[in-house]
């Protein structure tokens, strides 16, 4: 199970961090990833963190203003956002898989309900 938490509106330019519970499996062993969902557009990948070496992928738009990372002890997985803008704005979630660098929903095996950014200009 995955539970996202930490989304809230915010100006542009501020930040924001989004927490990922996970619970049920080890996210060691899985690529935890974050995706965002714009109103009538399709779910895209943000970022992605491979569990078993750490390596982080982005997709372009995100590089240099959004991290990723994992508190094992504590099964967590955040996203650190910061100079966000207008079109960071959508439904962001957690998603658990196999499958390094990889952006393909239908890859991730669990998903969390999802928690708004809405960022304002």
């Known amino acids: 199970q995955l539970v996202e938490s930490g989304g809230g509106s915010v100006q542009s330019g501020g930040s924001l961090t989004l927490s990922c519970a996970v619970s049920?499996?080890?996210?060691?062993?899985?690529?935890v990833a974050w995706f965002r969902q714009a109103p009538g557009k399709e779910r895209e990948g943000v970022a992605s963190?491979?569990?078993?070496?750490?390596?982080?992928f982005y997709t372009d738009s995100v590089k240099g203003r959004f991290t990723i990372s994992k508190d094992s002890a504590k099964k967590m997985v955040f996203l650190q956002m910061t100079s966000l803008k207008p079109e960071d704005t959508g439904v962001y979630y957690c998603?658990?898989?196999?499958?390094?660098?990889?952006?393909?929903?239908?890859?991730?095996?669990?998903w969390g309900l999802g928690t708004q950014v809405t960022v304002s200009s």
């Open positions: 963190l491979a569990g078993f070496d750490g390596m982080t």
């Open positions: 049920g499996f080890n996210p060691d062993y899985y690529v």
């Open positions: 998603a658990a898989g196999l499958y390094r660098n990889s952006w393909k929903v239908d890859e991730y095996d669990y």
